[in-house]
């Protein structure tokens, strides 16, 4: 089932691709000048240096630096600005030889016209080879925590350590214990209060039926987070039917620290349908999902983005990309973004991104697709924007090459091209769901019925179509048909807690 195309203003925003002929870039971070343009950092997909890339507010390429020579493998984890020092910016990530031998973290230091001042390597107690993963952020106290995740070589230990803006190690630490391939560095970000070094896991019961495992990494006043891949295969039956739940603690989930007492987190789930006396598949669907916890861990609002993978028409899977708040002109708002994967066969893939607006409540305000005609859009950056709106870049692929994109929308989702196709997206939510289930559609809606996974009728509703009452109904998996008014039909799956 496609989604319906809508009609949009010619508001701000844009959607720029950008064809460096033989380097095949992608984008590693971004952020929004005091000028009100952008700095985009970018990576070559296939190990050459990376480089900077100044965008004006609509997106016109202005200039682009390389960090490192033909010889470094060159990327940028963060790219900040000072704001004690007017006019300068700061980049950090790693370099490495071309045989990946010895990695290490540098500092950049360069101006709003890309002008490198200085780019400073960090000198660590030992040689460390191929850094896997790699996040960064600025303090408040104006200098670097920066964390690491090795290969295979080092036993997949993490690094962590405190980089001053002149490049200084000034804190280091080795981290062993609970170290293996499963183990990735998602995000890190300053705790609101309190100095911590250590670490703890926290197991506990996500979206009524999945397991996460997670562990946060304390380093000082901040937290790196961890996730574990561990894979909880949740069942159900029902009558001839089998549902089962898989959840990924994946490289792709990611954190955000919205305020002092709330974290948002999101990661990815495989629903499945199945006989359970045969075992045949007949649908599966990989979504993301989004909670929200305090700060011990105990969920309190849950989300389900999904694909909805009923036709070959939509993506396999969605994987997360990041979450940014944004509380300019929209009260704390938070914007969530994924983008459409089919493993390992992209050009079978349907090219789309999903952006999705909620509240920290998880309260969805808008949820839009943004489709190229040509391009499988690989998202891998997100930031909120000053205008209220958000910006999103990564790489556009085809052909086994990918051009740098930048997508550029207004507080209401909407971009000023016909460069991109944009959709907006059929959306329930809560899903899983206790009580109440509301519904956004792109149309006046005519009728909403909800079926049992026999094909029983157990709600039909004609009136105040914006949300149904699921009181009193069996806890499970239920099929919800909407109707528009044009006739239209979409459906899409319920679990009701």
Known sequence: MMPLAVAF????????????????????????????????????????????????????????????????????????????????????????????????????????????????????????????????????????????????????????????????????????????????????????????????????????????????????????????????????QEGDTVYAVLHHASANGTVLLVNDTTLLFTDRAEEAWYHPSSGHF????????????????????????????????????????DMAKNDVLSMESVYHGCYGNSGWIPDISPYNLILTKLDPQLNVKWQHSYTHPSKFLQATYLMATKDGGCLVVGGAYKDNHYDLFALKVNSDGYVGTDEIIITEEFCIYPNPVKDVLHILAPEKLKSIELYDLQGRLVRKQTQDLESIELQGLTPGQYVMKVTLQDGKVFTDKVVKE
């Open 282 to 321: 007949y649908d599966r669907d990989r979504s993301t999902i989004l909670f929200s916890t305090d700060m011990s861990g105990e969920i309190r609002d849950y989300l389900v983005i999904g694909s909805r993978n009923d036709t070959v028409e939509v993506p396999v899977s969605f994987n997360a990309i």
């Open 9 to 236: 203003p010619q508001q701000q925003g844009f959607f720029s691709l950008y064809d460096y002929g033989e380097k095949s870039l992608c984008a590693s971070s971004v952020i929004e000048t005091e000028s009100g343009g952008f700095i985009v950092a970018a990576y070559d997909y296939y190990n050459r240096p990376g480089e900077l890339v100044k965008l004006s507010d609509d997106g016109t390429l202005q200039k682009r630096v390389s960090i490192s020579d033909e010889n470094t493998v060159s990327f940028v984890d963060g790219i900040y600005h000072d704001p004690s020092a007017q006019g300068w910016y700061y980049a950090i990530g790693f370099i490495c030889k071309s045989n990946m031998s010895d990695c290490k973290p540098y500092v950049l230091r360069f101006d709003e016209d890309l002008n490198i001042s200085e780019r400073i390597e960090v000198e660590l107690p030992s040689v460390y080879a191929c850094f896997n993963m790699t996040r960064a952020i600025m303090t408040k106290e104006g200098d670097f925590l920066y964390a690491a995740s090795l290969n295979a070589q080092h036993g997949f230990h993490r690094l962590y350590m405190r980089i001053a803006l002149d490049g200084t190690l000034t804190k280091f630490h080795e981290e062993t214990s609970g170290c293996g391939t499963a183990i990735m560095i998602n995000a890190i970000f300053e705790f609101p209060e309190g100095n911590y070094f250590g670490d703890y896991r926290n197991s506990y019961l996500a979206q009524g039926y999945a397991t996460l495992c997670m562990r946060l990494f304390g380093f000082d006043d901040s937290f790196v987070f961890d996730t574990i891949h561990q894979y909880a295969n949740i069942t159900q």
